[in-house]
T-cell receptor
Framework: NAGVTQTPKFQVLKTGQSMTLQCAQDMNHNSMYWYRQDPGMGLRLIYY???????DKGEVPNGYNVSRLNKREFSLRLESAAPSQTSVYFC?????????FGPGTRLTVT | GQQVMQIPQYQHVQEGEDFTTYCNSS?????IQWYKQRPGGHPVFLIQ?????EVKKQKRLTFQFGEAKKNSSLHITATQTTDVGTYFCAGNTGFQKLVFGTGTRLLVSP
């Protein structure tokens, strides 16, 4: 089992460009999450999906959109990247209880 | 909104010394989870506490959940260099959305 996988690992964007971060899990988990982690800020929830076909906003959803493509995949889209979106992005999944995180995507917006 | 505060922000200990991090929530929690993140890595789920006053042990790690279900602590006995990392608590109000504390970064010198 690969667990939670994320692509890409690193990305540099120019302001205004768009991109999609991909996440997939092979643990048959119902719930999936997208977080961002900034220095000294801990992890902040962007969006989550409690089950296939549903998505909901987290603490910091502005500037992002998500798609729960199927039970395995949950993608995060930046339509027009801004320097404030420079961060490390983590995807996670859970069944009940603890969340299992992917290795992260380090995104820089110049 | 809900806030989860964690102290201290940083602690540097000598190998063999004990270490404790404390977590306080502004609201009553349905459960609390603890995660460890190694430098450059992703958060790894350690444990979930659900019951008021619950105490759980994992080898040298002891986790407590307060009677009012608004605070928690993680104590490491006789730290080792492998304990280095940032420890996060995450509070769950029962709607599947975790609110992470800002973390305590632990450095252990041999």
């Amino acid at each position: 089992n690969a667990g939670v996988t994320q692509t890409p690992k690193f990305q540099v964007l120019k302001t205004g460009q768009s991109m999609t971060l991909q996440c997939a899990q092979d643990m048959n988990h119902n719930s999936m999450y997208w977080y961002r982690q900034d220095p000294g800020m801990g992890l902040r929830l962007i969006y989550y999906s409690a089950s296939e076909g549903t998505t909901d906003k987290g603490e910091v959803p502005n500037g992002y959109n998500v798609s729960r493509l199927n039970k395995r995949e949950f993608s995060l889209r930046l339509e027009s990247a801004a320097p404030s979106q420079t961060s490390v992005y983590f995807c996670a999944s859970s069944l009940a209880g603890g969340q299992y995180f992917g290795p992260g995507t380090r995104l820089t917006v110049t | 909104g809900q806030q989860v505060m964690q102290i201290p922000q940083y602690q540097h200990v000598q190998e063999g010394e004990d270490f404790t991090t404390y977590c306080n929530s502004s609201t009553t929690l349905s459960n609390i989870q603890w995660y460890k993140q190694r430098p450059g890595g992703h958060p790894v789920f350690l444990i979930q506490l659900v019951k008021s006053g619950e105490v759980k042990k994992q080898k040298r790690l002891t986790f407590q959940f307060g009677e009012a279900k608004k605070n928690s602590s993680l104590h490491i006995t006789a730290t080792q260099t492998t304990d280095v990392g940032t420890y996060f608590c995450a509070g769950n109000t029962g709607f599947q959305k975790l609110v992470f504390g800002t973390g305590t970064r632990l450095l252990v010198s041999p």
